[in-house]
T-cell receptor, first 112, second 113 residues
Framework: GEDVEQSLFLSVREGDSSVINCTYTDSSSTYLYWYKQEPGAGLQLLTYIFSNMDMKQDQRLTVLLNKKDKHLSLRIADTQTGDSAIYFC????????????FGTGTRLQVTL | EAQVTQNPRYLITVTGKKLTVTCSQNMNHEYMSWYRQDPGLGLRQIYYSMNVEVTDKGDVPEGYKVSRKEKRNFPLILESPSPNQTSLYFCASQDPPLGSPLHFGNGTRLTVT
């Protein structure tokens, strides 16, 4: 079956850039997502990218996709304490959530 | 306000005592699903429903039941809970088109002793 992997923890200083990485195994992945989970809350979609794109930028967020290596990254510029959360990578081969596979999540800790 | 509402937020129960976690969405979404979140495992799908009276198993359906009698509601039923079902549960809904985001509830933390 499909597998999505992430490192479990990342610590950065406030104002630095954060880079959260994700690898996936399904070569038919069509949509790749980044979700954010704040303490005590559900997951919130941050951004997503289609597999025919290499990069997508949205304000402080930059998503890079290396389809050959099946590697996805999320870069957060000028990281703030409010960015502290768990970030989940997810992939879908059809775009319907019935086939969404989540990674284990990366806990981002932002220090002063 | 568009939202997915789960109840209860916290639940402590004993092995074998049937329980239901409710989920309701007010966005008229066709698709709804249930996930469980466990440390180091991410989110795993339990069941999903593409529309009223249409449900299907996800990756970890054992020990769970669902029903979809109305579009807005998608309850999760544990007929005989066991300690390995202690987890954080999320309900989510989605409407087409392709790539549209999942809307998540705030979660239900279940402890089975």
């Amino acid at each position: 079956g499909e597998d999505v992997e992430q490192s479990l923890f990342l610590s950065v200083r406030e104002g630095d850039s954060s880079v959260i990485n994700c690898t996936y195994t399904d070569s038919s992945s069509t949509y790749l997502y980044w979700y954010k989970q704040e303490p005590g809350a559900g997951l919130q979609l941050l951004t997503y990218i289609f597999s025919n794109m290499d990069m997508k930028q949205d304000q402080r967020l930059t998503v890079l996709l290396n389809k050959k290596d099946k590697h996805l990254s999320l870069r957060i510029a000028d990281t703030q304490t409010g960015d502290s959360a768990i970030y989940f990578c997810a992939e879908s081969d059809t775009g319907t959530a019935s086939k969404l596979t989540f990674g284990t999540g990366t806990r981002l800790q932002v220090t002063l | 306000e568009a939202q997915v509402t789960q109840n209860p937020r916290y639940l402590i129960t004993v092995t074998g005592k049937k329980l239901t976690v409710t989920c309701s969405q007010n966005m008229n979404h066709e698709y709804m699903s249930w996930y469980r979140q466990d440390p180091g495992l991410g989110l795993r799908q339990i069941y999903y429903s593409m529309n009223v009276e249409v449900t299907d198993k996800g990756d970890v359906p054992e020990g769970y039941k669902v029903s979809r009698k109305e579009k807005r509601n998608f309850p999760l039923i544990l007929e005989s809970p066991s300690p390995n079902q202690t987890s954080l549960y999320f309900c989510a809904s989605q409407d087409p088109p392709l790539g549209s985001p999942l809307h998540f509830g705030n979660g239900t933390r279940l402890t089975v002793t």
